[in-house]
Each structure stands twice: as structure tokens, then as C-alpha cells.
């Protein structure tokens, strides 16, 4: 079948002009947002269940008493509200309180980018909030497969932390090679954004856009054989609002309610750069160009 030569070429030159606009889009900014929610479900809603589901109830301090009852988690005044509530009836659940956390596992995941909560908490002995993330799975188990801690708060400290947990750290105990945990003071039971700036090599956290603090990934094999950066993975998001035990924040108050509150969670990724994209669409037309008959 012969084809028209100049038809051919008019395709190809549509293309290839087509190429140039997607070569600019890069301008409009650094980061590109591809998760959020803001939170602004009516009043009484559990929170958006395409993006959160209720964490299991399990072992560890902080989900030992995790409950699915509505009254832990759920939006309110355009914010998802977590609560640690005293059990009323403790016949039929020997938890002395029931506590609320919500992940998006299995929902939403992601790696490399920056994260942004807003958020605020009240202040009592035995609070224990937290924004954080851990590997979705497939992945290695607790600490090796990692643990980075947005933003944690504890008893009435007007102070919020920041923390990498992993092999290297939690059982090697190599928590200031590097520095592992930050934290500043801070009134955390007014409202404030926690970010976290994570790349291939680095972390970075950040409050209302001040650095503060950051953990490199290690330049040494030994380290790095050693699980100093099992970052190079997908994660997922987790906020909750937990009691202490005594062993870092202190034991629970079971006859008070707790509450913490989550204004938005925002996640973004990095875009390429135009003079990148513009490299991409070039080496692209060369591609297509290297078929043309050379007289074209």
C-alpha cells in the first residue's frame, strides 16, 4: 500500500509539535499534588474510605487498644477527629479505653515526595498523637522495613518530635549515625503544618516550612548492608491518637478523652524540570525522526 507522502509527513510534524506544550508544563511549579484530603465530608462521617481504613488492633503501645466504634474517628467541623475514649462497657471489651487510628494502606502509598499534615492536640499526661508512615507491603518486618515518624507529642510537652526507626537504628542503636529523632518546642495544641521532605538520598522535616531536622542516607556499604536506609520503598500514611504506657509518654488516664485533630493531609511529588522535559521531548522527536527518509 502506498502512502502519501505528504499526509506521512504532516502526521509526524503534529506530533511532533504536540510534543513541545507537555515540554512546558514543568514551569508551573516544583511539586505536583497527588494525594490530599481536606477532611470536609458532613459532620459525623467516618472518614473517606477510598483513602482510610481503621488500623487493626494489635500489640504495640500504640494500637493495643485501637477500636473500630465510630466515635474514635471521624470528621468533624472539616477536620478528621481521633479520640481516646474510656470504654463503657468493659464486659464485652476488656480494653479500658478505645483509642482511633486510620492508615491508608492498601489505598494509598508512595515513594519519595513531600507530605504535609496540619494538625493540633490537647495536652494531658499520657497523650500520644502521631502523623507517621510505614512500608506498604510487600515489605521487611518492624523496624527493618523502616518507620519515619512525622510528627509525634507526648504528656503535656509542648514539644513535637520527629524520629527514623530502622534496624540500624532501634537494634544496631545507631541513633546519632546519623542523627535519628528531632524535636523543638512547640505549642502542638494550637495549629501548625508538619512536612516532611523525603528524596532517594534524604529526609527532611519541616514545621510551617522551617527545616528541622534531616537524616542523609549513608555514603558506607556497611551501613547501608546493615539496614541504614531501607527507604527505597513505597509507604503509607497513618494518623492516630494513642495513650502511653509509661515507657515514653506516661500511663493513660482512663477516665479522660483524648483528641487530636487533623486539619488536611497533603502529599506531593517532584516534576521534572521544562529544560529535562524539553531533554525528553528532543531525544522523543529524534527517535521518531530517525525512520524519516533523509530527503524529508
Not at 61 to 70: A, K, M
Not at 93 to 101: E, I, K, Q, R, Y
Not at 159 to 168: D, G, L, V
Not at 169 to 181: A, C, E, F, M, R
Amino acid at each position: 500500500m502506498i502512502v502519501n507522502r505528504c499526509f506521512l509527513k504532516a502526521v509526524v510534524m503534529a506530533i511532533l509539535i504536540g510534543l513541545q506544550p507537555f515540554a512546558l508544563q514543568a514551569e508551573d511549579g516544583k511539586y505536583k499534588l497527588i494525594f490530599s484530603d481536606e477532611f470536609d465530608l458532613p459532620d459525623g462521617s467516618a472518614p473517606d474510605p477510598t483513602k482510610w481504613g481503621p488500623c487493626p488492633r494489635e500489640g504495640a503501645t500504640w494500637s493495643r487498644w485501637i477500636s473500630d466504634v465510630p466515635e474514635v474517628a471521624y470528621i468533624k467541623d472539616g477536620t478528621l477527629l481521633c479520640r481516646a475514649i474510656p470504654n463503657p462497657d468493659r464486659r464485652k471489651d476488656h480494653a479500658p479505653m478505645f483509642t482511633g487510628a486510620m492508615h491508608s494502606k492498601d489505598r494509598f502509598s508512595f515513594m519519595y515526595g513531600k507530605v504535609e499534615v496540619r494538625l493540633k492536640t490537647n495536652l494531658h499526661a499520657g497523650n500520644f498523637p502521631a502523623a507517621w508512615m510505614m512500608p506498604q507491603p510487600p515489605a521487611k518486618w518492624w523496624p527493618r522495613g523502616g518507620e519515619v515518624d512525622i510528627f509525634e507529642s507526648i504528656d503535656t510537652v509542648n514539644r513535637a518530635y520527629h524520629t527514623i526507626h530502622s534496624h540500624w537504628t532501634y537494634d544496631l542503636g545507631n541513633n546519632s549515625n546519623p542523627q535519628h529523632g528531632f524535636n523543638e518546642k512547640m505549642t502542638v495544641a494550637e495549629w501548625h503544618v508538619y512536612g516532611l521532605e523525603w528524596t532517594d538520598s534524604l529526609f527532611v522535616w519541616t514545621v510551617d516550612g522551617k527545616e528541622t531536622g534531616r537524616y542523609p542516607r549513608a555514603k558506607d556499604e556497611e551501613a547501608l548492608e546493615n539496614g541504614q536506609w531501607p527507604f527505597d520503598h513505597p509507604f503509607y500514611l497513618i494518623l492516630n491518637q494513642s495513650v502511653g504506657d509509661g515507657s515514653w509518654a506516661q500511663q493513660a488516664d482512663t477516665t479522660f478523652t483524648y483528641e487530636t485533630y487533623f486539619d488536611y493531609v497533603r502529599v506531593y511529588q517532584r516534576i521534572a524540570s521544562a529544560s529535562q522535559m524539553e531533554r525528553g521531548s528532543k531525544t522523543s522527536r529524534r527517535r521518531i525522526c530517525s525512520w524519516l527518509p533523509w530527503n524529508w
